[in-house]
C-alpha cells in the first residue's frame, strides 16, 4: 500500500519525537547536563513557587499551587532517565552509589514521584493546613536521596 503524504509526515513526526527522548544517542556529558538542567527546574517550582506560598512570603494561591504542583509532579520524572551508564565521571555530583545500588536509587528516586503527586493531589483541597505536611514530605524525598547519592 502506497502511503499518502499525510503518513508520511506523521511518521517522520513521530520519528522526531522519538528521537528526542531521553537516552537515545545521548552522551555521558549530555546526560549530566540534562539532568542537571531537570533538577534545576524541580528546585525552581519549589523553591521560587511553592515554597514562598507556603511560608507565608507569598499569598497562597489556590490555583497557582494546585497547577504548579502538577507541574512539579510531572517535573519528578525528568531527571532519572539521563543517570546512564558512564555518565558517573565529569562534571557531576552524582555519588558511585547512583550505579552500585540502583535499586535503593530508584526506589528513592520513585519516592520523590510519590510525595509529588500526593503534594498536587492533596493541592486540590486548596486547604494549606493539609497540603503542608505533603508539602513538607517532598523536601524530606530531596533529602533523603541527596544524603546517599549526592556529594556536597
Ligand atoms: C533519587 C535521588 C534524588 C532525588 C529524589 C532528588 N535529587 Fe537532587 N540530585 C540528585 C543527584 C544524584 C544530583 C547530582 C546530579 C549531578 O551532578 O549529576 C542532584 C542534584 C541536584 C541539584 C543540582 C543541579 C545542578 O545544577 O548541579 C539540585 C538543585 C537538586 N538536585 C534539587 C533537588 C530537589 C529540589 C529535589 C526534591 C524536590 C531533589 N533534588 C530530589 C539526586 C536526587
Known sequence: MQKTPIARHLA????????????????????????????KHIKQTLNDILKPMMSGA???????FEQQAMELAQQAKQPWPHFIAGSDKGKTEAKAEVWS?????????????ASTQALADTAKSGDPALIKPAFAAVGQSCKACHD????D
Open 12 to 39: 517522520i513526526a513521530i520519528a522526531l519525537a522519538l528521537a528526542s527522548t531521553a537516552s537515545l544517542a545521548e552522551t555521558p556529558d549530555e546526560a549530566i547536563a540534562a539532568r542537571k538542567q531537570a533538577l
Open 58 to 64: 507569598k499569598p497562597f494561591d489556590k490555583t497557582i
Open 101 to 113: 545500588k540502583p535499586a535503593d536509587f530508584k526506589a528513592a528516586a520513585d519516592k520523590l514521584e
Open 148 to 151: 546517599n547519592f549526592k556529594r
